[in-house]
C-alpha cells in the first residue's frame, strides 16, 4: 500500500513496462511479458541487480522487496 505508483509504458515487442526513479542511480525498471514473467533491473547506488520472477496475479515479494530498498530513506 506504501508503493508509489510506476510510471507505465509498452515496449516494442509487445511487453508492458513498469518504471520506478527515485534517481539517476536508484531506479527499477519490470518487464511484463504476455506469458506471466516480470523481468527486472534495479540500480540502487552502487549495486546493480536483475532476474526473471513469475507472476501470478500480485507482484512477487523479490519485486517488493527491489521497490522498498528503491524508496527507503
Do not use: C
Not at 518487464?31 to 540502487?44: C, D, F, I, Q, R
Not at 507472476?55 to 515479494?61: A, I, Q, R
Amino acid at each position: 500500500d506504501n508503493i508509489p505508483s510506476p510510471s507505465l509504458g509498452a515496449e516494442p515487442d509487445g511487453h508492458l513496462t513498469l518504471e520506478w526513479h527515485r534517481s539517476r542511480r536508484r531506479t527499477l525498471s519490470v518487464s511484463v511479458t504476455p506469458n506471466g514473467e516480470l523481468h527486472y533491473a534495479a540500480l540502487l547506488g552502487p549495486n546493480r541487480e536483475y532476474g526473471t520472477e513469475a507472476h501470478f496475479g500480485e507482484l512477487p515479494v523479490r519485486i517488493l522487496e527491489l521497490v522498498e530498498r528503491l524508496f527507503r530513506k
